[in-house]
Structures are given as structure tokens and as C-alpha cells.
């Protein structure tokens, strides 16, 4: 399919967005007797007192309706006949009209740049939705004017409609105002931003200094308190070997021998140590094993509990197996028996209705013999005028 030549427009949001929902499948429906009246929910939009425009007089309106009207039939023409255009239209509003389709709700309430990109402006979609919405707009401004012409001879629709757009083309102007004071506001504000940034970092600066000085003078007081300390603890220690070689001197022979009684006590209290360790790790030992023949005995317990499980419920299967048969049995003895007694029963009906037909015949043909000889009922002898009757 060749691709359009559209021209590089954004999309116009009018006050037609919202009635899209409707506007591709109405543009397949309009004829000439049922065009206008299907823009009553857009002239709806500009309504306004008639009383203060000033009206046309008869033939200006109807000069200016005529021509109108000319407008819309070739404004319907350019659309129709655009297939391309249409296609296209159709394939980019396809998740949107298969929502009308399938009568899936509508949001109330929608907003107009839910569905743009502002980073991806220039694809195909947003210029088809332009051109369609400019197409709509001016179409229905038409109808609406053509409208006001023809019932109030005035153009109060487009008038309403050129105020609305130079409302818009103001308030856009007064944004983008208010834009380009944000702007210098925002320069103002960085300049400040930076300004107080400075200042805090000279601050910061200033603060770093004070405080590496005072800890270079905590590290001095710290390294002399040391060294005093130092020297103290230096000559504690000399005074207390001092004190320790006089002690010695004078308790050698009674440290010797309270040192061969202490080390026999530490032999034998590291025999007795030795001796209840083995006795525990044996212990130990033999609660291990304990405990692995019960975690075995656990286990194997288990898996006999399940073996155990699995026979009864095989067990109870063949029981209810073996029932459902007995019943299948019963039941079938019983359709059996009464197929038997259907059967006698149908016998003994049979053997009557021979015996009764026979009864019957017999009856039938006794009758019909006695009406023959005595020549009654249907078998009766004519009389004939003039002559008496011959035997049969």
C-alpha cells in the first residue's frame, strides 16, 4: 500500500475527540435526508441566546445555507471516495473499534494526550488523527452553521466556533507566557541553588580545617599520656621483679617442694580427666548407636505402617470390587427371573387369546350355519310378486 503524504502537523485535540467513538461509522450512514440531524450532540456544544446576535434576513441566510450545503455534500464526497485514507484510518482505530464492536465500556471521562507519545511525534497515526479530526471539525461547524441559517437566519455556531478557537490560540499564548516566566524563575532559583551551594561548601571547608586541628592536638595529648604511662607501667614492673627475686630468695626450698606435690596432683587429676573422657566417648558411642537403631526401627516402622496401609485399602478395593459383582449378579438373576416370568406371562395371554379366538370362530360359524338353515337375518328369501318363492 503506498504510504500518505500528509503534511507534518500535530494532532489537534478539538472539542470532537470525544465523539469519535461514533464519527467513522456515522460517515457511512449520512445521506441527504438524514445528514444534519445526526450532528445534534455537536450543535448541542453551541447553543448561545439567539436574541442577542443579530440575525440575516431571508435570502442572505438561504444564499449562505445553499452554499453550506454545497460545502458539506463535497466535504462528504472527499471523504468517501478517499479509501486509502479510510483504510488506513481504520487499521490505526482498530483496538477502538473492535472495543465499539463488542460494546465494551467506554472510560466517561478521557484524557487527550493519554495516547501520545511526545518523544514520537512524526509517525503516520497522530497525522491520520489530525487530518480526520480537522476534517470532522470543519464539517460539523458547517452543518451547525447551516443549521442556525436555516432555522434562526444567523451564524451563531461559527461565530461560537472562531471565538473558541481564538479563546484556545489565547490561553496557548498565555501558557506559553507563563512558560517562559517559569523559565527565568527556574535560572533565578539554579543561580540561588548554586550561590547557597558555595557558601555551604566554604562553610564545610572552614569547619574541616578547625576540626583537623583540633585532632592533631587530641593525637599530641594522647602520645604524651602514653609515654607517661608507659614509663610508669615500665617502672611498676621493674619494682615488682624487685620484689619478686627478694620472695624468691627467701621461699626457694619450700616452693620446690610445693611444686613436686602440685605437679603429682595435676598428673592425677589429668589420669582422672583421661579416664571419664574415654568413659564418656564409649557412652557417646553407645547412645549413637541407640539412636540409629531407633531412627531404623522409626523408619522401618514407617514403611511397614504404609505396606500395611496400601494392603487394606487394596484389600478394601477387592471388597467393594467383589460387592459392586454380588450386586451386578443379583441384579442381573432378578432381570433374568423377571424375564422368564415376562415370558410365561406373555405365554399364558398368548394361549388365551388362541383359545378365545378359537371360542370365537366356533361361536361365529355355529351362528352363521343356524341363520343358513333357518334362512334369517341376511340370508332371509325374497318374495317375489306373482309367484311364490323357489327353495334355495
Excluded at 558555595?198 to 578547625?210: C, F, L, P
Aim: charged share 35%; net charge neutral; with cysteine.
Amino acid at each position: 500500500m503506498p504510504s500518505l503524504s500528509i503534511p507534518n502537523k500535530t494532532r489537534s485535540f478539538g472539542s470532537n475527540t470525544d465523539k469519535y467513538e461514533n464519527g467513522f461509522q456515522k460517515r457511512k450512514s449520512y445521506n441527504t435526508s438524514k445528514e444534519f440531524d445526526e450532528y445534534e450532540e455537536y450543535e448541542s456544544d453551541f447553543k448561545v441566546n439567539n436574541d442577542e446576535k443579530k440575525g440575516l434576513t431571508y435570502l442572505q441566510s438561504s444564499l449562505f445555507a445553499t452554499i453550506l450545503e454545497d460545502t458539506v455534500t463535497e466535504m462528504r464526497i472527499l471523504l468517501e471516495c478517499n479509501n486509502v485514507l479510510r483504510a488506513e484510518k481504520a487499521h490505526s482505530d482498530m483496538a477502538m473499534l473492535l472495543r465499539l464492536k463488542y460494546r465494551i465500556k467506554q472510560p466517561e471521562v478521557t484524557d487527550e494526550l493519554e495516547d501520545i507519545d511526545p518523544h514520537n511525534l512524526e509517525i503516520d497515526k497522530y497525522k491520520l488523527d489530525k487530518l480526520d479530526s480537522d476534517r470532522m471539525t470543519v464539517i460539523n461547524v458547517i452543518v451547525a452553521t447551516y443549521k442556525n441559517l436555516i432555522q434562526s437566519k444567523n451564524y451563531v455556531a461559527l461565530e461560537d466556533h472562531v471565538n473558541g478557537v481564538l479563546s484556545t490560540d489565547n490561553y496557548r499564548l498565555e501558557l506559553a507566557e507563563e512558560e517562559t516566566r517559569n523559565r527565568i524563575m527556574r535560572k533565578e532559583l539554579n543561580k540561588q541553588l548554586r550561590q547557597q551551594r558555595n557558601h555551604m561548601k566554604s562553610v564545610i571547608y572552614d569547619t574541616e580545617a578547625v576540626i583537623e586541628e583540633l585532632n592533631l592536638k587530641v593525637e599530641d595529648a594522647t602520645l604524651h599520656a602514653e609515654i607517661c604511662s608507659r614509663y610508669v607501667d615500665r617502672w611498676q614492673v621493674a619494682r615488682t621483679e624487685q620484689h619478686h627475686q627478694a620472695i624468691h630468695d627467701k621461699e626457694a626450698a619450700p616452693s620446690t617442694i610445693i611444686e613436686y606435690y602440685k605437679h603429682r596432683a595435676d598428673n592425677e587429676q589429668r589420669v582422672h580427666a583421661e579416664i571419664e573422657l574415654l568413659f564418656s566417648i564409649s557412652i557417646n558411642e553407645t547412645l549413637e548407636k541407640v539412636e540409629e537403631w531407633m531412627a531404623k526401627y522409626d523408619k522401618d516402622m514407617e514403611n511397614i505402617d504404609l505396606k500395611i496401609q496400601i494392603k487394606k485399602n487394596e484389600y478394601y478395593d477387592m471388597l467393594d470390587k467383589r460387592i459392586h459383582l454380588e450386586e451386578t449378579i443379583e441384579k442381573h438373576d432378578q432381570l433374568m427371573k423377571m424375564w422368564i416370568q415376562f415370558k410365561e406371562e406373555r405365554e399364558k395371554i398368548r394361549a388365551y387369546r388362541e383359545k378365545m379366538t378359537k371360542s370365537a370362530i366356533m361361536v361365529q360359524a355355529w351362528w352363521r350355519g343356524l341363520l343358513v338353515r333357518r334362512q334369517l337375518g341376511p340370508y332371509r328369501v325374497s318374495k317375489k310378486k306373482g309367484g311364490k318363492a323357489k327353495k334355495k
